[in-house]
C-alpha cells in the first residue's frame, strides 16, 4: 500500500483504506499506511503499541497541557455486498463500522494541525487497533500509552448512521454500556429416556436458570438503572431418549452503571450455581470479561461541545436521554483520563456491521474541525 500522492485528499484516503480494511490485531498494512503520511507531515510516530497500534505526536509552542485524539483501526469479517471504485479488496473483511472514516478524519486533524504555523500545544494522535473484539484499547494501555504519552484529557469519536451528517451526539455520564458475556457448561449425569430417576438432566438445570434469569433485571436491579442479560444460546442433547450429561448456555450482560455490572455478574453466578446444586448437578463458567462502562467526563465534555457549537452552531450538537447499550472500548481510556466521546451523524445511510454499510465522506471536514476546534479551545484559553 502506497500513499496517494495527493496526501491531504482526505476522501481518497477514506476509500483507500476502505478498500484494503484489516482484521483486529492484524492491522499492518493499514498501520504503515497512516505511519507513511503522518512521518511526511513531520509528525513523530512510535509504531507498534499493542502490536500495530501507532501514536503520533505534535509538539508544539508552550502550552503545558496535552490532548489524546484517538480513532480505531480494525474492519470487520463481513463479505462488502455494496458496489464502489473502493469496494474491499480483501474478500469477507469491510469496514463496515466506519473506522476507515475515523482513522481520516483524525489524519485531517493531525495535517491540518501540523500544518498550521501558529499552532501551540501538545497531541497525541492515537490510532488503536481491534476495537471490535480484543479490547485493543486495554492492550495499549497495558503496553504504557498514557505512561509514554501522558494526556490531560482524552476524545474520540464513532459515526452514527440515523443522525444527520456532521452532527454530533452525546450525554453526559454514561454514554455507552458494559458487555460481558459468560458461558455457563451445566454437568448433570446422562442416562436412557426411560429411567430418568437415575440421571441428573441438565436440560431441565439449565431451564430452570434460565427462566432464574428473567429475575436479574426484573427483581435485582434498580427500576431506573438499565441493564440487559440476553441468553442467547442453550445448547444440549442429541436425541429425543437420551438424557445427555451436560448443557451450555451463553449469556451477554450490559449495564450502565459500574456497579450494577457487578452485581448482575454476581447475581448470574449465585442464581446458576445454587439452581445447579439445588437439582444435583454443577456448574462451569467461563468468563468472557468485555468492556467497561463508556463513562463521559462532565467537565470535558462541555469543552467538545463548546469546540461543535464554536465551529458549527448551537444545532450542531443533541444531548441524548439514553445510553446507547451497545459497548465500546474507549471505555478503558475514559477509565484512566477525563474524556468525552461522541457520536458523528453518517446521514441516512444503511447500520454499521451490515453488508451495505459505507462511511459518509462528506462527514470528513465535520470531524478534521470539531478536533482542531478542541485543540483552540485547549491550548489558547
Ligand atoms: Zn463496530
Ligand atoms: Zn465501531
Given at each position: ?16 483504506l ?27 510516530v512510535t ?8 501514536v ?12 489524546g ?9 463481513i ?46 494522535f ?14 495499549m ?5 498514557f ?13 452514527m ?37 437415575k ?13 432464574a ?22 445448547h ?8 445427555p ?110 453488508s ?23 491550548f489558547?484559553?
Amino acid at each position: 500500500m502506497n500513499a496517494p500522492k495527493d496526501s491531504i485528499n482526505l476522501t481518497s484516503i477514506r476509500q483507500h483504506l476502505h478498500a484494503y480494511p484489516e482484521l483486529g490485531l492484524e492491522e499492518v498494512k493499514t498501520a504503515t499506511f497512516l505511519s507513511d503520511l503522518l512521518l511526511g507531515w513531520g509528525l513523530e510516530v512510535t509504531h507498534n503499541i499493542a502490536g500495530t497500534g501507532i501514536v503520533a505526536s505534535l509538539r508544539r509552542g508552550k502550552s503545558d497541557q496535552t490532548i489524546g485524539l484517538r480513532a480505531d483501526m480494525d474492519a470487520l469479517p463481513i463479505f462488502e455486498s455494496a458496489q464502489h471504485d473502493y469496494t474491499s479488496r480483501h474478500e469477507g473483511c469491510m469496514h463496515a463500522c466506519g473506522h476507515d472514516g475515523h482513522m481520516a478524519m483524525l489524519l485531517g486533524a493531525a495535517h491540518a494541525m501540523a500544518n498550521d504555523p501558529g499552532f501551540n500545544g501538545n497531541v497525541h494522535f492515537i490510532f488503536q487497533p481491534a476495537e471490535e473484539n480484543f479490547g485493543g484499547a486495554k492492550l495499549m494501555i497495558e503496553e504504557g500509552l498514557f505512561d509514554r504519552f501522558p494526556c490531560d484529557y482524552v476524545f474520540a469519536l464513532h459515526n452514527m448512521p440515523g443522525i444527520p451528517a456532521g452532527k454530533f451526539a452525546s450525554r453526559e455520564g454514561t454514554i455507552m454500556a458494559s458487555i460481558d458475556v459468560a458461558g455457563i457448561e451445566v454437568l448433570g449425569k446422562g442416562g436412557h429416556g426411560a429411567q430418568p430417576e437415575k440421571t441428573i438432566d441438565p436440560i431441565v438445570i439449565g431451564s430452570q436458570i434460565v427462566t432464574a434469569f428473567q429475575t436479574v433485571v426484573s427483581r435485582n436491579i434498580g427500576q431506573f438503572e438499565p441493564g440487559i442479560l440476553t441468553v442467547g444460546s442453550f445448547h444440549s442433547g442429541s436425541a429425543s431418549n437420551i438424557i445427555p450429561d451436560t448443557a451450555n448456555l451463553e449469556i451477554s450482560l450490559r449495564a450502565t452503571d459500574p456497579d450494577t455490572r457487578v452485581l448482575m455478574i454476581k447475581r448470574l453466578e449465585e442464581l446458576a450455581s445454587s439452581i445447579a446444586m439445588g437439582f444435583g448437578g454443577s456448574v462451569k463458567f467461563d468468563w468472557q470479561t468485555g468492556y467497561p462502562v463508556a463513562v463521559n467526563d462532565s467537565k470535558v465534555l462541555e469543552i467538545a461541545m463548546a469546540a461543535a457549537i464554536n465551529v458549527f452552531g448551537p444545532d450542531s450538537i443533541e444531548m441524548v436521554k439514553n445510553p446507547w447499550m451497545g459497548s465500546e472500548d474507549f471505555s478503558f481510556m475514559l477509565e484512566k483520563i477525563p474524556g468525552a466521546f461522541l457520536f458523528i451523524g453518517n446521514g441516512d445511510s444503511s447500520p454499521v456491521h451490515t453488508s451495505e454499510y459505507d462511511f459518509n465522506d462528506k462527514v470528513i471536514p465535520f470531524g478534521v474541525k470539531f478536533y482542531q476546534s478542541i485543540a483552540d479551545i485547549i491550548f489558547n484559553r
